[in-house]
């Protein structure tokens, strides 16, 4: 097994207890457990919120783009013979 897979598999069984000992403080501790869940999940939009509004708050406006060289009327251009 790769330390990779490894690294997985601690993850998933730590997923599952975390899943087990959540249900168990639903069934033991309902309200309080409901209100800390619903207030994280409310805090953790914020934040994000928060960071998205404080990157466009301190990042600098781009700077506008050149428009490209327009070929000047004097440039030698080939001459249709007849």
């Given at each position: 097994?790769?330390r990779?897979q ?6 998933l ?5 975390g ?15 409901l209100?800390?869940t619903?207030f ?6 914020l ?6 509004g ?5 990042t ?11 070929p ?6 080939p001459?249709?013979?007849?």
């Open positions: 097994m790769s990779d490894a690294i997985g598999a601690i993850m069984v730590a997923c599952v207890a899943i087990l000992v959540y249900a168990w403080f639903i069934y033991a501790f309902p309200l309080i457990v209100q800390i619903a994280l999940a409310v805090a953790a939009v934040v994000i919120l928060a960071w998205i404080w990157t466009m708050a301190t600098p406006s781009p700077t506008p783009l050149e428009p490209d060289a327009v000047s009327e004097t440039s030698p251009s001459e249709k013979q007849t």
